[in-house]
C-alpha cells in the first residue's frame, strides 16, 4: 500500500504479533471503564443510602431495597460473654483489632453482630485487649456495612483462644454462627460514630479501587493499544526513494 512518499507493507510475523496482543489491550481497557461504572454506581448509591432516617434492621432486611449502607437502628442486649476480634485492622498506623459484638435483639431469636469499632493490640498476642460494654437493654443505631462478596480463608492462621473473646481472621458469618452456637443475622452494623459504647471509629467505605483509578487504568491500556498500532505501522513503513519512484 502506497500512501505518497510511503510505502505501507505489513510482514507476516509482525501482523499476527499485532492481531494477538491488540485485541487483549482494548479488552483490558474495556473492562476497567466497566469496573468503573459499577464502582461508581455503588458511590453513587452510598452517598444516597446514607443520607436517610435510619430504619429499623429487620424491615430493612425484610424489604427488596439495597441494604449496603443504610442506616438502622434496633433494640437489645450485647453479648459481652462473646465478643469476637477482627485481626489485622490498622487504625492510625497502628495494629489492632475490631471488635464485634453480638446484639441479641429484643423480642427476636435473633443475633446481629455491631463492629464497635478498633482497640490496639495488648501487650502481646496471647493478651487480648479488654473490651468492655454495657448490659443493660439500648436502642443501637449504625450503618449496614457492605461485606467482601468472597472470604478467602486460612484456617490454620486462625488463633485458637480457649475463652473469650475470640480471634478471627475473617468476617465469615456462617463459621460465626457455629461459634456463638446460633445462626447471626447476615448483615454486620457499623456502630453510628456517636455512640459512646463504641470505640475508635473512622469508618470508610469497602470499594477497593476507586472510580478514578479504573478510568485511569483504562487510559493506560487505551494507551498500550495506540502505541502498539503505532509502532507496527512504524516498521511496515518505508520511505520511497527517488530511485524506488522511478521503477
Known sequence: MRIGNFEFSPGLWPTLATLAILPVFLM???????????????????????????????????????????????????????????DNRIYQRRPGYEVLTPLRLKDQQAVVLVNRGWVPLGQSRAQLPDVPGPAAERLVTGTIARLPEKVFRLDAAEEQHAGWPQVIQNIDLEAIGERLGQAVIPVVVLLDMNDTDGFARDWQPVYGIMPDKHRAYAMQWFSLALVLVIIYVGVNTRRIGKQDSGN
Do not use: C, F, I, N
Open 28 to 86: 483490558l481497557g474495556a473492562w476497567q471503564l466497566e469496573r468503573a461504572a459499577w464502582k461508581q454506581g455503588l458511590v453513587d448509591t452510598e452517598a444516597e443510602l446514607t443520607q436517610l432516617a435510619p430504619a429499623a434492621l429487620l424491615d430493612v432486611l425484610e424489604s427488596k431495597a439495597p441494604r449496603d449502607y443504610r442506616p438502622v437502628y434496633m433494640t437489645g442486649r450485647y453479648d459481652l460473654e462473646h465478643q469476637l476480634l477482627l
